[in-house]
């Protein structure tokens, strides 16, 4: 399955983005849909996910003020971003984790920049 991310920008601090994510098929037997980043020079962390039909999980620095949300054929996933900082700046990959083998579908990155 191709998996296509959009919706990144530059939004000045305060701002909101809405990021979205596609695949191009049903993936089968999900275990994992979720939004991570990297800033430069740093890892990838976690910033939302949804592990199975449970309710989503949050990164400590983004609760509060992101979102994530799928459709219900679980083929399409959101991540509404609200009072944007700084050090939200970086790249949102999404992300969908099968039970079997544990088989990764990674988007392409979309770059969130926020500067004013």
């Known amino acids: 399955a191709q998996v296509v991310e959009s919706g990144g920008g530059l939004v000045q601090p305060g701002g909101a983005l809405r990021l979205s994510c596609a695949t191009s098929?049903?993936?089968?037997?999900?275990?994992?849909m979720g939004w991570y980043r990297q800033a430069p020079g740093q890892e990838r962390e976690l910033v939302a996910q949804f592990i199975g039909d449970g309710t989503p999980n949050y990164a400590d620095y983004v609760k509060g003020r992101f979102t994530i949300s799928r459709d219900n054929a679980k083929t399409t996933m959101y991540l509404q971003m609200n009072s944007l900082k700084p050090e939200d700046t970086a790249i949102y990959y999404c992300r969908w984790t099968t039970w079997y083998k544990g088989k990764q579908y990674w988007g392409q990155g979309t770059e969130v920049s926020v500067s004013s």
């Open positions: 098929e049903t993936i089968i037997g999900i275990h994992e």
